[in-house]
Structure formats: structure tokens, C-alpha cells
């Protein structure tokens, strides 16, 4: 894909490469017949099905074939080779909202701009049933004339994914920006619980840091599950009545879009754009089962994989019944310990994948793979034991997960450069911390 002059089905011309991520590449290109730029995003098939996304890659599809507005990053087709998927999307050339909100805090007409396009957007994806839950700086983009617009709508839920219950109960989204219902893991609403990431959202762009924030991510959760913050002295009243509104860790008494739209501040300068009703009957749908072939579109997203059967810490249980519990020893590593620890927030089959792939690498062989438990040991060299390595995934949540790795045979000299040398490096990409 490196190539400039590389061309997609005699449609779209590529040119630099954009961006990257786990799963994926994104390019500039041009449609050929119409000179339009467009940004490609292109997802290796085989890579999505290998780490289980392909509900959730046919979930993003539908959300963003269904949600047309102007502050929204537009979805213009899907095509499908055998091996890759290729989303034509909206080219937005400003970057990211996170690059303004690194230089430092935004004045507060600008950040009310910016969040009123946000409320916009939001409000209207819920009127199609489509719930975002990734809501952050690093997923709003800007054009050339700086309007706002909203993308990534990779961890996306449809109304139809809701249990009998009426909410969605699938814990996800991005640590510092995530409600407090999502982390109790007892069912929310998605649309409070993206109220508040937009309210996260808006305190970042007006201070330049976030309300929540500690080293430890346990400690980070116990102040988001009480509104643990407190506001900067260059803060209007009309600004902090407002968070407070919407960063009440209540969803059922947390101020709705609807009541938000009539808050004063808020409706300084609002114009609000009038857009064509169209019914969802009318609006053009992916075929996601094409793109993946004859798989059944099912809703897994909002499920567990039986065949993970991971060990569950429950951290977040201890947390909401210990709050004077200091659990950061969960995670200290100390000179004695002959583990080494990482959290990530990556799905346990995506972690399990990356694991087996680096120990192919290293010419390891997979003695067992059980519950989460991965078992890997280099052939024996002589009379020396051969080096082998122990590996497990334990759940915290259904989105975050410790893994825990420890020699249990072999050169320890030749397993610590190997660590640091080789694995450490391998696993940058999946990893949130090392404990």
C-alpha cells in the first residue's frame, strides 16, 4: 500500500499514509472520476477474525451507514478484496481536536463551538439508536474550516444490541472518559453514559487536562464512580453548574441532551443546523455480510466469549464495596517477585493472538493453551533445562485485563534479555501499562 500510484478497483487513487492502528491502516486517496479526496481506511480480514472483531467491525459499518450529519465523519461505501476491507470515508484535513487541546486550554467560546457541534452529532446518533461509548478528543476530527467532526465508531452499539432489561451491558470506551454505570458492569443507558464522555470531553478542552486522573487506574475509577474532581479558578459559574449537571455520576438524575440544549451557556451563539428527515428505511445500508462473506450478522458485541473463560478478579466489586481499600498492591511489582505484569485493553483473544505470534517469532513451541493460561517452551540445548515461559490473562472487566508473565524453567539471564529485549518491545502495541 506504500505505493502512491496504487490504484482501488479502478475507483481511488492512493496517495500517504495517514495514520495507524491496531487493526488497520489509513490513507489519503482521491476518487479518480470526481478528483474528491477521501481518507481509506484498509482492515486485513484475516486479522479481524482472528482476534474475534468481525461483529464488531459489522457493527461500526451499520452505525456510521446510519448516522448522516454534519458533524458527523461521513461513511461513503465499503469495498471488500478477498483478504482487505476498505472504508471510503470524509477526508477531514485539520487532524485531530486532540492536537488543540495539547497546545493548552481552549477559550471558551471556542471550546462552546466545539461542544455544541459534539452535542449535536451525539443527539443525533442516538435518534437513529446508535451509541458511540468511544467519545474522546482523539476521536473528533476537524475539516479545513474547523467544524467538528465525530469518528471511530469502532466500539459503537445499536439499539438492537440492548438485553431484555433496556440496556446495553458491555464494559468499554476509554478509562478517563468512561461513565461510572459502564465500570459497575450493572447495565446503563447508552445514551447517559456518552452525555457523560461528551461532559469529560468539554472539562479537557476548557482546562487542558481531564477531571480524572491518577497514576493508578483503580484509584482513577473510585474518583470517576464519586465525581471525584474539582474545577480551575478561570472556570465561568454558567461552566461548572453545567459539569456538574452533566458529570453527575447518577445517570437517572444527570441532565439529558434535551434539558442540556436549553442550558444558557450553552445556547450562546448555538445555530442549530435543520436537517432533512429521512427515515431509517430510507437511508442506504451496508451489506456486512458480503464484505465478510456467508458469516451470520449476530450481536456478539454485547456478549462474552465462552471460549475465553478467563479467571475474573472483580476489581471494580472490591473497589465499590472497599472504598477505603488501597488495592494498587494488586499491581506493585516488587524485587522479589519473579513475575512480570501488564494491563491492556485490548480483548483477551486479540492479547492471546499477539502472545502466540511473538513466541513463534522466538522459535518457542506451545506446550498448552487452557482458560486463558498460555504455556510456551524453547527446545532443550544440551544439558541445560530449556527455557520456559508462563503466561495468563486474567479478566478485570470485560474490556480490561491483567497478564502475567514468569519463567518457570531455564537460563534466567537469557529469559531477562529476552524480555527486555525482544518481548517487551513485541507487545508495545497492545499494552496500557506495565505493572
Not at 82 to 106: P, S, T, W
Not at 121 to 129: K, L
Not at 160 to 183: F, M, N, R, W
Not at 203 to 227: C, H, Q, W
Request: charged fraction near 25%; hydrophobic fraction near 35%.
Amino acid at each position: 500500500m506504500e505505493n502512491k500510484r496504487k490504484v482501488l478497483m479502478q475507483k481511488y487513487e492512493f496517495g500517504n499514509l495517514l495514520g495507524q492502528g491496531n487493526f488497520g491502516k489509513v490513507y489519503y486517496a482521491k476518487s479518480i472520476g470526481t478528483k474528491q479526496s477521501v481518507a481509506i481506511k484498509v482492515i486485513e480480514k484475516e486479522m479481524v477474525r482472528k482476534v474475534g472483531m468481525v461483529d464488531q467491525t459489522k457493527t461500526e459499518i451499520s452505525s456510521m451507514s446510519l448516522v448522516k450529519h454534519p458533524n458527523i465523519l461521513e461513511l461513503y461505501e465499503v469495498l471488500a478484496s478477498k483478504n482487505k476491507i476498505y472504508y471510503v470515508m470524509e477526508y477531514a484535513d485539520g487532524g485531530e481536536l486532540f492536537n488543540e487541546v495539547a497546545k493548552g486550554k481552549l477559550r471558551e467560546d471556542m471550546a462552546r463551538k466545539y461542544f455544541q457541534q459534539l452535542i449535536s452529532a451525539v443527539e443525533f446518533c442516538h435518534s437513529r439508536g446508535v451509541y458511540h461509548r468511544d467519545l474522546k478528543p482523539e476521536n473528533l476530527l476537524l475539516d479545513d474550516n474547523g467544524t467538528l467532526k465525530v469518528s471511530d465508531f469502532g466500539l459503537s452499539a445499536l439499539g438492537v444490541s440492548k438485553h431484555q432489561d433496556g440496556l446495553l451491558h458491555t464494559t468499554c470506551g476509554t478509562p478517563a472518559y468512561v461513565a461510572p454505570e459502564v465500570i459497575n458492569q450493572k447495565g446503563y443507558d447508552g445514551a447517559k453514559a456518552d452525555i457523560w464522555s461528551c461532559g469529560v470531553i468539554l472539562f479537557v478542552l476548557l482546562a487542558g487536562y481531564l477531571p480524572f486522573r491518577d497514576s493508578n487506574l483503580f484509584e482513577m475509577y473510585k474518583k470517576i464512580s464519586t465525581a471525584d474532581y474539582r474545577f480551575p479558578s478561570w472556570f465561568s459559574p454558567d461552566v461548572t453548574k453545567l459539569l456538574s449537571k452533566i458529570l453527575n455520576p447518577n445517570p437517572k438524575s444527570r441532565i439529558s441532551i434535551a434539558k442540556l440544549k436549553t442550558n444558557s451557556w450553552f445556547k450562546k451563539g448555538f445555530k442549530s443546523k435543520s436537517l432533512e428527515k429521512t427515515s431509517e428505511q430510507d437511508l442506504p445500508r451496508a451489506d456486512t455480510d458480503v464484505v465478510f462473506g456467508s458469516e451470520a450478522n449476530t450481536a456478539a458485541f454485547e456478549t462474552m466469549n465462552p471460549k475465553d473463560n478467563l479467571p475474573k478478579l472483580n476489581a471494580f466489586d472490591i473497589i465499590s464495596l472497599s472504598s477505603g481499600l488501597d488495592l494498587s498492591g494488586l499491581f506493585t511489582e516488587t524485587k522479589e517477585k519473579k513475575e512480570v505484569q501488564f494491563t491492556s485493553v485490548h480483548s483477551a483473544s486479540a492479547i492471546t493472538s499477539k502472545l502466540k505470534d511473538i513466541a513463534q517469532q522466538l522459535k518457542f513451541k506451545i506446550k498448552t493453551e487452557v482458560g486463558g493460561v498460555l504455556k510456551i517452551e524453547k527446545p532443550s540445548r544440551g544439558r541445560k533445562s530449556a527455557l520456559a515461559i508462563d503466561m495468563e490473562i486474567f479478566e478485570l472487566t470485560p474490556s480490561f485485563y491483567l497478564v502475567e508473565m514468569k519463567k518457570s524453567s531455564g537460563d534466567s539471564l537469557e529469559y531477562k534479555r529476552m524480555l527486555q529485549e525482544d518481548i517487551r518491545p513485541a507487545l508495545e502495541d497492545i499494552v496500557w501499562s506495565w505493572q
